[in-house]
């Protein structure tokens, strides 16, 4: 018989980003009780944090795999359903996995009687046949599907899809400032921005000259910069991107980060920092639960998403060829105002209990808030 508050956690996540990361933190937070967390990656997080509680199961060929392999991490996601009494599917920022693939996985959870939630993936235009009718039997047995975005909960109802919910990014319940990066760091008392850098994304064109055309902005401002590659793996080519930029700007006013980061380490440099440009809908929120002013480059609609929910939609732009200008217009209306944070700080309010609605009934961890800042 499984304890009350036992959570099998499935996080399809292949690469674990600080995203990632920030999500499951935001869970263990909220939530009491073991955790035994099923990975789509060959190893679990190394550096999520809360991880005392929590067992880490890696399945890589549960989702996306036939064969012997597939069938030997069913039966052992089977074996774990049997030892827990709740399960959470979390969407993950860098895999694949479709909400349809996971739903068999939830619908089977929901059967054998689990409180059963899938939280966050969104819903493509054109779902296939299959996916919705796995979602279909899925809430049907019994499992909630929480959508964190409008469009993509209007797309589920009209494909048939029932027991939606409601909610907001579950990392607008973030968790807890480690201050010791900055020490780390060695970032100093004088103004600050974050910059988040991708070498991908413009077609085929190199970035540079944008990106270094964003930091030089900042940097005639009075502003040290903080260069963030959005993957630090090599092939990604962004630590390379941020290098080349801080070479060419002479390596003084501007500083690369470039050591992953655990989610309460970015969130405080956010904290410190005056504005945040970022492509990451991760890093946006993150940057929002501390009431810091984002500057949104979307080429999808998550970043956007997060914008329009902080109240401030208009502080985005298409990462196009070109872009530094326009990021430069908004960094200026940001700099200049009396309260550029007033938005984000009206809407927190608000969002928090959002966030943390995906997570009701499981075993609470008690009464928590989202860091503001102290000026707030």
Not at 1 to 6: G, K, N
Not at 152 to 176: K, S, W
Request: proline share 6%; hydrophobic share 50%.
């Amino acid at each position: 018989m499984p304890r009350a508050d036992s959570h099998l956690v499935l996080a399809p996540s292949r690469t674990w980003g600080v995203g990632d990361q920030a999500a499951l933190d935001s869970y263990l937070g909220l939530t009491a009780g073991p955790v035994a967390l099923v990975t789509g990656a060959a190893e679990g997080p190394a550096l999520v944090d809360r991880a005392s509680r929590v067992a880490v199961h890696p399945l890589p060929a549960l989702l996306g795999e036939q064969g012997r392999p597939r069938r030997a991490a069913v039966a052992s996601f089977l074996g774990l359903l049997e030892r827990n009494a709740h399960c959470t599917v979390l969407a993950s920022e860098e895999s694949s996995a479709a909400p349809g693939e996971v739903a068999v996985l939830a619908r089977t959870a929901a059967e054998r009687g689990l409180d059963t939630r899938i939280i966050g993936f969104s819903w493509p235009l054109a779902a296939g046949q299959r996916a919705v009718r796995a979602l279909r039997s899925a809430t049907r047995a019994g499992a909630t599907f929480f959508v964190y975005d409008d469009l993509d909960r209007i797309r589920a109802m009209n494909d048939g899809v029932d027991g939606l919910r409601r909610a907001v990014d579950l990392r607008f319940a973030g968790f807890g400032l480690d201050d010791g990066v900055l020490a780390a760091l060695g970032i100093g008392d004088g103004p600050v921005a974050l910059v988040d850098a991708c070498a991908r994304g413009l077609g085929g064109v190199d970035p540079t000259a944008d990106v270094m055309g964003v930091v030089a902005h900042l940097q005639r401002r009075g502003i040290h910069v903080l260069l963030l590659p959005q993957d630090l793996r090599k092939e990604s080519g962004d630590p390379a991107l941020c290098e080349r930029v801080a070479q060419l700007l002479g390596g003084t006013g501007v500083q690369v980060v470039g050591r992953a980061l655990r989610p309460s380490e970015l969130r405080a440099l956010a904290d410190r920092a005056s504005v945040v440009v970022t492509g990451r809908a991760a890093v946006a929120v993150l940057a929002s639960t501390c009431a810091v002013p984002v500057v949104g480059l979307s080429a999808d609609r998550a970043v956007a998403g997060v914008l329009r929910l902080t109240g401030d939609p208009e502080r985005c732009v298409q990462p196009r060829p070109g872009f530094a200008p326009a990021v430069g217009r908004l960094l200026d209306q940001v700099l200049d105002a009396d309260d550029a944070a007033a938005a984000v700080r009206h809407a927190l309010p608000e969002l928090v209990p959002l966030a943390r609605a995906a997570l009701d009934g499981l075993p609470a961890a008690g009464p928590q808030h989202a860091p503001l800042r102290a000026s707030a």
